[in-house]
C-alpha cells in the first residue's frame, strides 16, 4: 500500500512535545511488538456476532416497536438519541479508563464482562416494558402506553451504554492483539467485521420469523401480542448468544496485569511535558478523559482529521437507512400502516432483506484485503463503495415509484380498503437493494477503524482513547439525524425518503473526499506506535 507524506509517522526529532502515546510507548513492556496468533483475534473478534444479534434486534423491530407502543414516526428517532449520545459520552471514557486499567484480569476483559452484563439487564426492560407498563397502570385499550415507553427508553439507554462499553475495548482489544502490525490489524476489524455480519444474519432471521414465540409460549401476555413476544424471545436468544461467546473470548484470551508504575510514569511524564510547554497539566484537570480527549484532537495530524471528516459524512449517509429501513419497507414499498397486518409483513420482509444484507456483508468482509489491493489501497476502495452507497440510497425512491405504480387493495369486510403486497418484481428490486449494501457495509464497519489503529499514533493517545475519539464522529451525526430526520420527513409528508435523499448526497461527498483528501496509510514495519498495551497479552 502506498503511503504518502501526510501521514507518515511524527517527527521523531520533535523531541520537546511529546504526546501521551509516545510516552505510553516508550515504557511498553519489551515483547509488545510480537503480534499474537490469529485463532486469539478470531476468538476475540466473535464477541461481535454476539454484540451484533442485539444490535440488528435494534435496527428491525424496535422502531416498529416504539410506534406500536404509542410513539409517532415523528417522535420515534428521538428515542434512538441515547444511542449517539451514550456512546460520544461512554466509548471516549471507557476507552481512556480501559487504556490505564490495572486490574489483574487485565485492561480491556473487565470492562468487556461488565458490558455484557448491563446488556442481559437491558434486554429484559426492554422486552418486558409492555407488560411492566400495564403492571403499573398502562391501559391496554388506550394507544399510547407512558409508563411501557419510559421503561423502554430506560432500558433503551441502558441498553446503547452497555454496547458501547462492549465494541469500544473489544475493538481496543484487537489492535492490542496486532501489535502494530497493519495487516494484522485490518484482518482483525475484517473479522470483526465479520462476525458482526454473522450476528446480523442470526438477529435479522430471529426477527423475520413470526412464531419464534411459540418456544416460549409465556412470553404472549395481555399486555404484550405477537410482535410483542418474539421481541422477547429473540432478546432471550441474544443473551444466551452473547454470554457464550463473550465467556469462551475472555476465558481464552488473556491479559496480564498491567502494572501501575507504568501507567503512573506515563501519566506524569505527560504532564510534566505539558507543564514544560506552559500548558496546563492532563492530570490537574477535574474530568482527565475529557483532558486528555482535548489534547488528543488537538495534537491531531492530518490524517486523522480527514479521516474523522469522511467518517463523519459516512455515517450521515448511513443512519436513515439503518434507523428506518424495516418501516421503509412497512409503508413505503408494502403500502401499509403501523397495526395493519400489511405494514408488519413488509417489517418482515426488510427483516429478511437486512438478512440478505448481511450475508453480502460477511462474504465482503472476509475479501477486505484482496479488494483493496484490487482497486490500488483502502482509502480508494472505501471511496467507491461510498459512490455505490450513494447510488443506492437514490434507488429507494424508484423502488417506492414504482410500488406506487403497481399497488393493488383489497377491500376488507368492513368496507376498508387495504393494500395488498407489492408485485414480485418491487419485492425483489428491493431486497437486492438491501443485499448490494452489504458491500459498502462491510467497509464501514471495518477500514475506518484499522486506519484509525494505524494512525492513532498522531493522536497522542491510547487504542481506546483513539477509537473513542473516532467514534465521536461517528454519534454527533447519528445525533444529528436523530433530532432532524423525523421533522425532515414530516416537512415532505411523513415519508422515509427525504432523509434517504440527503444520506445519498453525505455518501457521494464522503467518496470523494475518501479518494481525493484521504491520505494513504503508512507502510507496515515491525514496531510502530500502536502497540500500547500489546504487551500486556500474552
Request: overall charge positive.
Amino acid at each position: 500500500m502506498e503511503s504518502s507524506s501526510a501521514s507518515k509517522l511524527p517527527d521523531p526529532n520533535n523531541a520537546t512535545k511529546p504526546s501521551s502515546l509516545q510516552l505510553e510507548t516508550a515504557i511498553a513492556p519489551a515483547d509488545s511488538s510480537e503480534p499474537s496468533p490469529l485463532r486469539k483475534i478470531i476468538v476475540v473478534a466473535s464477541i461481535a456476532a454476539g454484540i451484533q444479534f442485539g444490535w440488528a434486534l435494534q435496527l428491525s423491530l424496535l422502531t416498529p416497536y416504539v410506534q406500536l407502543l404509542g410513539i409517532p414516526h415523528t417522535w420515534a428517532a428521538f428515542i434512538w438519541l441515547c444511542g449517539p449520545v451514550s456512546g460520544m459520552i461512554v466509548q471516549p471514557i471507557v476507552g481512556y479508563h480501559s487504556d490505564r486499567c490495572t486490574s489483574r484480569f487485565g485492561r480491556r476483559r473487565p470492562f468487556i464482562a461488565a458490558g455484557a452484563v448491563a446488556v442481559a439487564v437491558a434486554v429484559v426492560l426492554i422486552g418486558y416494558a409492555a407488560d411492566m407498563g400495564h403492571m403499573f397502570g398502562d391501559s391496554t385499550a388506550k394507544k399510547t402506553r407512558p409508563r411501557a415507553i419510559a421503561i423502554f427508553v430506560v432500558g433503551f439507554w441502558i441498553l446503547d451504554v452497555a454496547n458501547n462499553m462492549l465494541q469500544g475495548p473489544c475493538r481496543a482489544l484487537l489492535a492490542d492483539l496486532a501489535a502494530g502490525d497493519h495487516r494484522k490489524t485490518r484482518t482483525a476489524n475484517g473479522f470483526f467485521s465479520f462476525f458482526m455480519a454473522v450476528g446480523n444474519v442470526l438477529g435479522y432471521a430471529a426477527g423475520s420469523y413470526n412464531n419464534l414465540h411459540k418456544i416460549f409460549p409465556f412470553t404472549q401476555t395481555k399486555a404484550c401480542d405477537v410482535y410483542c413476544a418474539n421481541l422477547k424471545s429473540c432478546f432471550f436468544f441474544s443473551i444466551a448468544l452473547l454470554a457464550v461467546l463473550t465467556t469462551i473470548a475472555l476465558s481464552y484470551v488473556k491479559e496480564k496485569e498491567a502494572s501501575s508504575a507504568v501507567v503512573g510514569v506515563g501519566d506524569e511524564a505527560v504532564a510534566e511535558a505539558k507543564d514544560g510547554e506552559g500548558g496546563e497539566s492532563t492530570s490537574s484537570r477535574g474530568i482527565p478523559c475529557f483532558g486528555e480527549i482535548f489534547g488528543a484532537v488537538r495534537h491531531m495530524k492530518k490524517p486523522m482529521w480527514v479521516l474523522l471528516l469522511v467518517t463523519c459524512l459516512n455515517w450521515i449517509a448511513w443512519f436513515p437507512f439503518l434507523l428506518f429501513d424495516t418501516d421503509w419497507m412497512g409503508k413505503e414499498v408494502y403500502g401499509g400502516k403501523v397495526g395493519q397486518k400489511v405494514y408488519d409483513m413488509g417489517v418482515r420482509a426488510g427483516s429478511l432483506g437486512l438478512m440478505v444484507n448481511s450475508v453480502v456483508l460477511g462474504v465482503t468482509s472476509l475479501g477486505v484485503e484482496v479488494l483493496a489491493r484490487g482497486v490500488g489501497g483502502v482509502k480508494r476502495l472505501w471511496g467507491i463503495v461510498n459512490f455505490l452507497l450513494a447510488v443506492c440510497l437514490a434507488l429507494t425512491v424508484l423502488i417506492t415509484k414504482m410500488a406506487d405504480h403497481s399497488r393493488r387493495f383489497a377491500v376488507l369486510h368492513d368496507g376498508v380498503m387495504e393494500p395488498l403486497p407489492p408485485s414480485a418484481g418491487v419485492k425483489g428490486g428491493a431486497l437486492a437493494l438491501f443485499g448490494v449494501l452489504g458491500i459498502p457495509l462491510a467497509i464501514t464497519y471495518s477500514v475506518p477503524f484499522a486506519l484509525a489503529s494505524i494512525f492513532c499514533n498522531t493522536a497522542g493517545a491510547g487504542q481506546g482513547l483513539s477509537l473513542g475519539v473516532l467514534n465521536l464522529s461517528i454519534v454527533v451525526p447519528q445525533m444529528v439525524i436523530s433530532v432532524v430526520s423525523g421533522p425532515w420527513d414530516a416537512l415532505f409528508g411523513g415519508g422515509n425518503l427525504p432523509a434517504f435523499v440527503v444520506g445519498a448526497v453525505a455518501a457521494a461527498l464522503s467518496g470523494i473526499l475518501s479518494i481525493f483528501l484521504l491520505p494513504s496509510p503508512p507502510p507496515d514495519v515491525a514496531k510502530t506506535a500502536t502497540t500500547v498495551g500489546a504487551g500486556s497479552l500474552h
